[in-house]
């Protein structure tokens, strides 16, 4: 696995799950075993679908980049936000906020942290 690689599946995720919140927030949440959406939910959901569909650009035009400050900040940036995501979505799961479908999430993003910060940390790409 190199970094461009991580950018791509990174992108891939994003826009998927960003589509799917943006678009049709209701039905996605649905799947996690949230079946009654407030408009605030519905809302709030749709701002977090357009947040990541910003990671999907910023990593979809972060793939073709060397070795550079900027790069390095992107990484890092995505490093921190697959860390918060993993956390805060481990921490649901043993609430049982959602339902097994969220283990999913904390897959996710686990090994998206574990990929940006072994290419932040220990492997420069």
């Known amino acids: 696995m190199n ?24 039905d996605t949440l649905a799947q996690y075993g949230t079946h009654v959406m407030p408009k605030a939910g519905i809302y709030v959901a749709r701002l977090f679908g357009a947040t ?15 070795a550079t400050d900027a790069r390095d900040a992107i990484v890092l940036g995505f490093f921190v936000v697959d860390t918060i995501g993993f956390i805060v979505s481990l921490l649901a799961q043993v609430d049982q906020v959602v339902n097994n479908l969220g283990w999913s999430t904390v897959a996710i993003y686990g ?15």
């Not at 461009?4 to 799950?17: E, R, S, T």
């Not at 990671?55 to 793939?63: E, G």
């Open 3 to 26: 970094l461009k690689n991580l950018f791509l599946i990174n992108a891939i995720v994003a826009v998927v799950f960003g589509l799917a919140f943006v678009l049709i927030p209701s």
């Open 111 to 125: 090994l998206l942290a574990l990929g940006f910060g072994y290419f932040r940390f220990v492997r420069s790409d």
């Open 52 to 66: 990541l569909l910003g990671v999907a650009v910023i990593s979809w035009y972060a793939q073709p980049l060397g």
